[in-house]
């Protein structure tokens, strides 16, 4: 049976794909002040501002392409059952060919009714603009399929239970600084082994991480390197 390999992805993934991280200078944060653009209340206040900063990142996903980092993780499917849990709301992932995906914070390719949570559709490939007086079935009006800040995180419960199943587990680009994400680690079950690939120190408070410091597809390359070593030992 091949062993579980969970890997947990934020920012940084996407970053040689051309997409901005949030906290680096120049991040999107810098940009954008996030309690405008990624709250409910933000929402409330100027809709249209909203639908704006993630009509742009969805455009923006149209002219990326998956990264080195996205196509190796996916390739270690060929040895490993791969479970990836990602913060990040665009789909390179899935474009790489990796088949479990888990999206902590929602994705982009998706709205929601502001009505009924239940009801999320899927943007047609081409189609990035959402306007005010798009709705769904029951007449509410179309919201980014994202979790902004204060609201609940729904698939927490079952990253929680992938972390937990883990053989080996991953940490790629992101700076642990948004919780709950960022406490999946103390879910990670002592004694296997642990990475994290990203070209800044990250504070992890575990001393049992195996620090590659480098960009994710440099870094991918140098695990693959490690876990294929593993496999024939
Ligand atoms: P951050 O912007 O906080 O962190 C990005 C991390 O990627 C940093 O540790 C960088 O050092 C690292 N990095 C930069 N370039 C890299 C590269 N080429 N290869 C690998 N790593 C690189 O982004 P996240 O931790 O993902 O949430 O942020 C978490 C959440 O905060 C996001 O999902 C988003 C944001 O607010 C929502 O919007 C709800």
Redesign the pocket.
Known sequence: MKKRLVVLT????S??SGIS????SG?L?DKYP?EQV?TPEGFAANPQLVLDFYNTRRKELLNVKPNEGHLGIAALEKDFDVRIIT??VDNLHERAGSSQVLHL?GELTKVRSTGDESLIYELPPDKYDVKIGDKCEKGFQLRPH????GEAVPMFDEAVRTAQSADIFVV???????YP?AGLLNYVPKGIPVYL????E?NTYRNDIRFLKK??SE?VRELTEILRKGLSE
Do not use: Y
């Open positions: 934020g920012a940084g993934m970053a040689e991280t949030f906290r680096d991040g944060w996030v990624a913060q990040n914070h994202i979790v902004w800040f790629i680009g992101t700076s642990l600084n948004v994400a690939i990203d070209p800044k990250v960009g994710a870094g």
